[in-house]
């Protein structure tokens, strides 16, 4: 009998739930535990979820999950809130993404020709090694706005700290879907040996440029309907229309979907009467998305798929990604004369990894000729994702709590 979808998104809701209260009965966040779950019922170790459920027939409830969760990040940019600390945020968001994009790379390129010898002509740097080392850490700048936006709100948190992270955290996945766009303009054209033209490298920016225009008609369209809505329910389902329809039609026309959901929601934060009613209803249901988004996301832990080689690459991304943001931040925190707290703490808020960064690698799966050296890339990323979100959350809440602003311990 082949059950039906169904069955396994009941699956989710349920183990998810568990997964949850079993983590915050040993004080740890509920992320943790959903991704733990996620591994447990993934295809390499209880087969619960098979590769194709993971892979096809639930994959959109990854696209839903991100959309919501990127509208929510784009309402945490108020204006008003962050006009004192928009020079903070902004030498923050530049040194710590660069920082883990240069770091990485940097890492890849010197030691991965060294631990991948599999199948890779000793003369291919330019052409596979460092390709890849762009690629990967572009990926690398981004930063999982759920796992922050989860930890946040099941702590209550707020203040300066909080509300410089989660402007942060937004930008850093603009940063990263920004480097990526550009490096895999690049590690195409070094993969084929093309010379690169003025109409590829700009492609990026008009993709930039779409995603947000689709956010802002969005959010015009929707602070004239909601005068019109009065009843609770319907606001959600306004909401939620908007936020599927915005990331249908990113998809469609092959922009970003978190782009737009982020300016749709920046738009409604700022130019929609009382946004934090409205806002407000979304979070009804974040939990409800959160289980499902991290369950999945620890579903796709394949361990067949590695290598020793595997491990070591994604040792690699792991230390470079963790040395640039923490670093980054730190020197961006001092640069910008940001609060100690700021300066202390933000680094070790910015290192969960999750939807876009795996979005992201299997966007590139198919940039390199080899499929061996694609499948290990894929898997090293994916090994970094899993072994981020186990050891990153309980760090983002030691830095709410010790920044003063977590006021449910």
Partial sequence: MTPDPLVHIGALLLFGFAGGQIATHFRFPRVSGYI????????????????????????????????????????SLVLKSLKKLYGFILWINVMESFGAFFVTTL??????PYIINSGIPPHSFWSTFFPMALVVGAITAATAPAAVMAIVHEYKAAGPFTTTLLAVVALDDVAAIVFFSFSIVLANSLIDAEALSWRIMLSPVLSIFISVAIGIVSGLIFRKAAHFVQRRDAMLGIVGGLVLLISGVANSVGVSLLIANMAFGFMV?????????????????EEFVFSMFFVMAGAHLNIAAFSASGFLLAGL????????????????????????TVRQYIGLALLPKAGVTVGLILLAKDTFNSSHFSDLMVNAVLLSVIVNELIAPPLVRYALIRSGEASNE
Avoid: W
């Fill in 36 to 75: 733990v779950t996620g591994m447990i019922l993934s295809p390499s170790v209880t087969g619960f979820f098979q590769e194709t459920v993971v892979s096809e027939e639930l994959s959109i409830i990854t696209d839903i999950a991100l959309g919501i969760i990127a509208f929510s990040i784009g309402g």
């Fill in 107 to 112: 890492l890849i390129c010197l030691i991965s």
């Fill in 269 to 285: 934060a700022n130019f929609v009467v009382h946004p934090h009613d409205i806002f407000s209803v979304v979070e009804d249901v």
């Fill in 317 to 340: 991304i792991i230390l470079g990604s963790f040395t640039g943001k923490f670093y980054g931040a730190r020197l961006g925190a001092i640069i910008s004369h940001a609060p100690k």
